[in-house]
């Protein structure tokens, strides 16, 4: 992992005037077979251990307690916030659902009112007078219609004679 | 040292923190009312809620005209920026190219207009494409559109709505007061987003009450397409048709011809399709009238059906005025009175009409309404005229007595056949059932004449529709029995102050004979030639109609249904009310079926002559059962008493199987 001091010491050498100064030596100038080096590639992480299984804290009750009561206290405020501004907030979102809802409820009243005018205007009679006609399908003349009597008692066929 | 920095910086605290609570006093106690004002104009968007006018409805719940939604654009011209420019964004947007809009706002601009409607009922795409200019001097307003679904469908009922959507013609006038709504508003509190987060209403919404009428829509429509047909067929120029339950005076139909759409009604109030001819437009009723006289005569006078009556061989000469027969044929000699109606003999109308004097014709055109409004809800509705006895000339009564000097309505004309229907009680037509969920009541009905008396004329007016009757054959019904009268009454021109050879061809009936569900009139204005004759011309329409207003309303058969076929072959030569000498008096079917031996030739393949009907006329229901098992024949007995009616008639060869419908009455 770098350090900070690796990054500042890199900052300083690249803001100092003298650098600035000095004329600059292309790399191809330096060294015509050293590829470019990536970025932070002179930097070498490395992992120290650190034992501190020698240092054991002083067993401190007062600022424990005080540490208790300072999370007891900070959760009563939040309680006591969560108390006075949920409702609120609460209040407010249903609100906008509430709203949400109207609207929608206006939209399908008018969808609706739209769709039982469309049902209306295939239903009138005119329109279906000229369905029925395009299918042949006309009002029995009163002599077109007669009824036979069937083989039991009450039966009847009701037919339709061709004119 | 310190202590002094610490009291400055104290100090300094001290009087910032006043100065804060100052002004949080002023703007918070102080000016509440004023902030609080101005955040609720920029969070609070005031919303109209909409308050449909009510839908009309037939008496079957189907709707007859329905408010929609809609949207409008408007602008203020004196705001607009750039005229060319703003035109040619709103042509663009609301795709109406070359509907010289320009021209509009430059109008409204130089005449100082600052309101303009752009464009009425806009698409909702439309609607989002004007919301999305970034412009300010746009309003959308919302509106509502009154839309009649079923078209041309009882348009002279309905009437029609203005832009404003406030009635001007029919019942969406009539009963504005009911039909119209009242717009809400209601104050929506939004977020930055202009999203609602909370509404409260400020004016509540009052939506208009929906109205059923008595109409029945597949009746009407029958009306309508029979009467276009007829009026097309027979060289009319107008007429109409009113189709009343004779018990409760409900109105199933009102047809009137020409029409229009309501959707786009005729853009002048003069148009001739706007002219509601079934209640708004009078006639000289003729022949019809006759029905009112007889009537009057069996209650004021000694006379009865079968009272003979002088017809004077076709004419009659009153204080210098001769009075012909319609049509010489030799006239009538003397006949029953009943057969003066039948025949529909004007010398015979007239002679009743004298015996019944004007006093009483008076009383009795009054009784039948005549003369007066029926009470429809229909703007313009005429009373039609009928003179006072002291403005009568000396030939007025016998004019009267044959339908001439009085004008009346065809609603007028239901409402009289209707008081003969339904035992002689006078019942006002009603057009409207129902008022949001209430019925309408009814008014209560007035005695007119004596149930005996609307009895016999069922009688006298069921053998116009027999044959040797003037509206024989295309007003007897198949399966039904049938009553009426027919009426042609020359048209007078106004301008040559003399009678035309033009007809109004009425014919006003009824069915079925023993408990009447209908009464059905039909008026053709304008008719002439041999086929203009009420019996000719209405008594057509009148069968078909009547037939299907008798199956919709599920009306029990009381005939067979090829009765009028059967009968129709005794018909020699189409009868009318003005030429009708020559032709006796035809068989009654009530009293003599013999003419009817022979027997319909059936189609039925398998028909076998069976045993030959007996005469079952004058027995008792015990009687003609054992009468028809001695045969082996089957009856079908209808009522009680005294077999008035049978069918097949006697001889008649019965086919097997075949039922004797046998009708009875005391």
């Given at each position: 992992?770098?350090?900070?001091?690796?990054?500042?010491?890199?900052?300083?050498?690249?803001?100092?005037?003298?650098?600035?100064?000095?004329?600059?030596?292309?790399?191809?100038?330096?060294?015509?077979?050293?590829?470019?080096?990536?970025?932070?590639?002179?930097?070498?992480?490395?992992?120290?251990?650190?034992?501190?299984?020698?240092?054991?804290?002083?067993?401190?009750?007062?600022?424990?307690?005080?540490?208790?009561?300072?999370?007891?206290?900070?959760?009563?405020?939040?309680?006591?916030?969560?108390?006075?501004?949920?409702?609120?907030?609460?209040?407010?979102?249903?609100?906008?659902?509430?709203?949400?809802?109207?609207?929608?409820?206006?939209?399908?009243?008018?969808?609706?009112?739209?769709?039982?005018?469309?049902?209306?205007?295939?239903?009138?009679?005119?329109?279906?007078?000229?369905?029925?006609?395009?299918?042949?399908?006309?009002?029995?003349?009163?002599?077109?219609?007669?009824?036979?009597?069937?083989?039991?008692?009450?039966?009847?066929?009701?037919?339709?004679?061709?004119? | 040292?310190?202590?002094?920095?610490?009291?400055?910086?104290?100090?300094?605290?001290?009087?910032?923190?006043?100065?804060?609570?100052?002004?949080?006093?002023?703007?918070?106690?102080?000016?509440?009312?004023?902030?609080?004002?101005?955040?609720?104009?920029?969070?609070?968007?005031?919303?109209?809620?909409?308050?449909?006018?009510?839908?009309?409805?037939?008496?079957?719940?189907?709707?007859?005209?329905?408010?929609?939604?809609?949207?409008?654009?408007?602008?203020?011209?004196?705001?607009?920026?750039?005229?060319?420019?703003?035109?040619?964004?709103?042509?663009?947007?609301?795709?109406?190219?070359?509907?010289?809009?320009?021209?509009?706002?430059?109008?409204?601009?130089?005449?100082?207009?600052?309101?303009?409607?752009?464009?009425?009922?806009?698409?909702?795409?439309?609607?989002?494409?004007?919301?999305?200019?970034?412009?300010?001097?746009?309003?959308?307003?919302?509106?509502?559109?009154?839309?009649?679904?079923?078209?041309?469908?009882?348009?002279?009922?309905?009437?029609?709505?203005?832009?404003?959507?406030?009635?001007?013609?029919?019942?969406?006038?009539?009963?504005?007061?009911?039909?119209?709504?009242?717009?809400?508003?209601?104050?929506?509190?939004?977020?930055?987003?202009?999203?609602?987060?909370?509404?409260?209403?400020?004016?509540?919404?009052?939506?208009?009450?929906?109205?059923?009428?008595?109409?029945?829509?597949?009746?009407?429509?029958?009306?309508?397409?029979?009467?276009?047909?007829?009026?097309?067929?027979?060289?009319?120029?107008?007429?109409?048709?009113?189709?009343?339950?004779?018990?409760?005076?409900?109105?199933?139909?009102?047809?009137?011809?020409?029409?229009?759409?309501?959707?786009?009604?005729?853009?002048?109030?003069?148009?001739?399709?706007?002219?509601?001819?079934?209640?708004?437009?009078?006639?000289?009723?003729?022949?019809?009238?006759?029905?009112?006289?007889?009537?009057?005569?069996l209650e004021t006078t000694g006379l009865r059906p079968e009272t003979p009556i002088d017809c004077g061989r076709g004419s009659i000469t009153l204080f210098g005025r001769t009075i012909h027969e319609a049509e010489a044929h030799g006239g009538y000699g003397v006949m029953p009175m009943a057969q003066v109606l039948i025949h529909s003999s004007n010398v015979g109308a007239i002679r009743v009409g004298m015996r019944v004097g004007q006093q009483n014709m008076y009383e009795y055109m009054r009784r039948f309404g005549f003369g007066q409004l029926t009470g429809i809800p229909l703007p313009g509705e005429s009373r039609g005229k009928v003179r006072k006895v002291p403005q009568w000339t000396a030939t007025s009564l016998a004019s009267v007595s044959m339908g001439q000097e009085v004008s009346v309505?065809?609603?007028?004309?239901?409402?009289?056949?209707?008081?003969?229907?339904?035992?002689?009680?006078?019942?006002?037509?009603?057009?409207?059932?129902?008022?949001?969920?209430?019925?309408?009541?009814?008014?209560?009905?007035?005695?007119?004449?004596?149930?005996?008396?609307?009895?016999?004329?069922?009688?006298?007016?069921?053998?116009?529709?027999?044959?040797?009757?003037?509206?024989?054959?295309?007003?007897?019904?198949?399966?039904?029995?049938?009553?009426?009268?027919?009426?042609?009454?020359?048209?007078?021109?106004?301008?040559?102050?003399?009678?035309t050879h033009n007809y109004n061809g009425s014919f006003a009936g009824m069915a079925p004979l023993t408990n009447p569900a209908i009464v059905v009139v039909v008026t053709l204005n304008g008719t002439h030639g041999d086929l203009g004759y009420g019996g000719r011309a209405a008594a057509p329409v009148f069968n078909a109609v009547a037939s299907e207003a008798l199956r919709l309303t599920d009306v029990p058969r009381d005939l067979p249904e090829d009765f009028s076929k059967t009968l129709a072959a005794a018909k020699a030569e189409p009868a009318s009310d003005l030429a009708i000498a020559g032709l006796g008096a035809g068989p009654n079917i009530l009293q003599d079926g013999d003419d009817l031996e022979k027997p319909e030739e059936h189609a039925i393949a398998v028909a076998i002559p069976g045993?030959?009907?007996?005469?079952?006329?004058?027995?008792?229901?015990?009687?003609?059962?054992?009468?028809?098992?001695?045969?082996?024949?089957?009856?079908?007995?209808?009522?009680?008493?005294?077999?008035?009616?049978?069918?097949?008639?006697?001889?008649?060869?019965?086919?097997?199987?075949?039922?004797?419908?046998?009708?009875?009455?005391?």
């Open positions: 992992m770098a350090t900070l001091p690796a990054f500042l010491l890199r900052w300083m050498e690249a803001t100092r005037p003298e650098a600035d100064a000095e004329p600059a030596e292309t790399r191809a100038q330096r060294d015509p077979y050293k590829l470019r080096a990536l970025p932070q590639d002179d930097l070498f992480f490395f992992c120290k251990k650190i034992d501190n299984s020698r240092l054991v804290r002083e067993a401190d009750p007062r600022a424990k307690s005080a540490c208790w009561s300072a999370i007891g206290m900070a959760s009563l405020v939040v309680a006591i916030l969560a108390g006075v501004l949920v409702p609120g907030a609460a209040s407010t979102n249903s609100g906008y659902r509430l709203e949400s809802l109207r609207a929608e409820e206006r939209r399908l009243t008018d969808e609706s009112r739209a769709l039982d005018l469309q049902e209306a205007e295939l239903l009138s009679p005119a329109r279906l007078d000229q369905l029925a006609h395009n299918q042949n399908l006309v009002t029995p003349k009163p002599g077109q219609v007669f009824h036979l009597e069937g083989d039991r008692p009450g039966a009847a066929v009701a037919m339709v004679k061709k004119r | 040292m310190v202590e002094r920095r610490l009291i400055v910086l104290v100090v300094a605290l001290a009087v910032w923190s006043a100065a804060i609570v100052r002004k949080l006093v002023w703007l918070q106690l102080t000016q509440h009312q004023e902030y609080a004002r101005k955040a609720r104009q920029r969070q609070e968007i005031p919303r109209v809620l909409p308050a449909p006018r009510g839908n009309i409805y037939d008496r079957n719940g189907e709707p007859l005209a329905m408010s929609l939604p809609t949207q409008s654009v408007t602008v203020n011209p004196l705001k607009l920026p750039d005229l060319g420019v703003a035109a040619d964004l709103l042509e663009q947007v609301l795709h109406m190219q070359g509907s010289g809009l320009y021209d509009k706002l430059k109008q409204a601009c130089d005449k100082g207009r600052g309101y303009q409607v752009v464009k009425r009922q806009i698409t909702p795409e439309e609607a989002e494409n004007v919301r999305a200019l970034p412009v300010d001097w746009i309003e959308i307003e919302s509106a509502s559109q009154r839309h009649y679904p079923k078209g041309t469908l009882a348009a002279h009922v309905l009437g029609g709505v203005d832009h404003a959507e406030k009635g001007n013609a029919g019942i969406e006038d009539a009963l504005e007061k009911t039909l119209h709504g009242e717009p809400g508003q209601e104050l929506l509190l939004t977020d930055v987003q202009r999203r609602g987060i909370a509404s409260r209403q400020a004016i509540e919404p009052k939506p208009g009450t929906p109205i059923a009428l008595t109409i029945d829509e597949r009746l009407q429509f029958v009306a309508e397409r029979q009467l276009a047909a007829a009026v097309a067929d027979k060289g009319a120029t107008s007429g109409s048709v009113v189709v009343m339950n004779p018990s409760n005076g409900d109105i199933l139909a009102l047809a009137s011809y020409p029409a229009y759409d309501p959707n786009e009604p005729p853009e002048t109030a003069e148009d001739p399709r706007r002219e509601n001819h079934a209640a708004g437009v009078p006639f000289e009723p003729g022949s019809v009238f006759k029905v009112i006289t007889v009537s009057a005569a309505t065809t609603v007028q004309i239901a409402q009289a056949v209707s008081v003969i229907a339904n035992g002689g009680m006078l019942v006002k037509p009603r057009l409207v059932l129902k008022r949001g969920t209430e019925t309408v009541p009814q008014e209560p009905a007035v005695r007119a004449i004596k149930p005996e008396t609307a009895f016999t004329m069922r009688q006298i007016m069921e053998g116009v529709v027999e044959p040797g009757g003037t509206g024989f054959p295309e007003a007897r019904l198949a399966g039904y029995s049938a009553a009426g009268k027919t009426g042609t009454a020359l048209i007078f021109d106004f301008k040559t102050k003399r009678y045993p030959t009907v007996p005469n079952f006329q004058g027995m008792t229901m015990r009687d003609v059962l054992t009468a028809a098992a001695s045969r082996g024949l089957t009856i079908l007995p209808d009522g009680s008493g005294i077999a008035r009616v049978q069918y097949p008639p006697p001889g008649a060869a019965a086919r097997q199987g075949e039922r004797i419908r046998v009708r009875f009455a005391r």
